[in-house]
T-cell receptor, first 109, second 114 residues
């Protein structure tokens, strides 16, 4: 079954404490990306990756990092989270038709 | 820049009613157009798509036609069911040297009451 798996699903953390949200896909896709979803704004792209070791900024990359060391994994890193990064995050895999993970609801206090 | 404007929600309908959710877009180039659906607690799923003018996408009784002259991609269903309650997102994609970014509208929450 085609799957994009994100972890954790829910996370509450404190300002400044580094965290990583993992994303894994089983479809051998080259293209992966991260979005954040905020009320009234829809989904906005944070970072994307066209292949292993190839990543680039999306529309709202400030405060985030990513890495792509293997094709299946594309973690999102918040090195010093701030309250304005409280949001619902989605990992997506594939081009043409994107498959989305179930989302990670992050709260930064 | 590229953008998608969606009908403001929330939308509440009775079961078996006719549904229209409006979507218009602004884009440079030739976008592909999509409707995604998000059920409670889940990620987005592709509902339908159209890749060129006058194409009609359809799935699960939903339809949308790519209208270049009006830059629109309105979602319709003839008879909605309670199980159609979800948030619906209109989106576009313009190929850009490898970035398959989707540009989304703000979403429309649909509630169907029995």
């Amino acid at each position: 079954e085609a799957q994009v798996t994100q972890n954790p699903r829910y996370l509450i953390t404190v300002t400044g404490k580094k965290l990583t949200v993992t994303c894994s896909q089983n479809m051998n896709h080259e293209y992966m990306s991260w979005y954040r979803q905020d009320p009234g704004l829809g989904l906005r792209q944070i970072y994307y990756s066209m292949n292993v070791e190839v990543t680039d900024k999306g529309d709202v990359p400030e405060g985030y990092k990513v890495s792509r060391k293997e094709k299946r994994n594309f973690p999102l890193i918040l090195e010093s989270p701030s309250p304005n990064q409280t949001s619902l995050y989605f990992c997506a895999s594939g081009s043409g038709r994107a498959f989305f993970g179930q989302g990670t609801r992050l709260t930064v206090v | 820049g590229n953008s998608v404007t969606q009908m403001e929600g929330p939308v509440t309908l009775s079961e078996e009613a006719f549904l229209t959710i409006n979507c218009t877009y602004t884009a440079t180039g030739y976008p592909s157009l999509f409707w995604y659906v998000q059920y409670p607690g889940e990620g987005l799923q592709l509902l339908l798509k159209a890749t060129k003018a006058d194409d009609k996408g359809s799935n699960k009784g939903f339809e949308a036609t790519y209208r270049k002259e009006t830059t629109s991609f309105h979602l319709e269903k003839g008879s909605v069911q309670v199980s159609d309650s979800a948030v619906y997102f209109c989106a576009l994609r313009i190929p850009n040297f490898g970035n398959e970014k989707l540009t989304f509208g703000t979403g429309t929450r649909l509630t169907i009451i029995p």
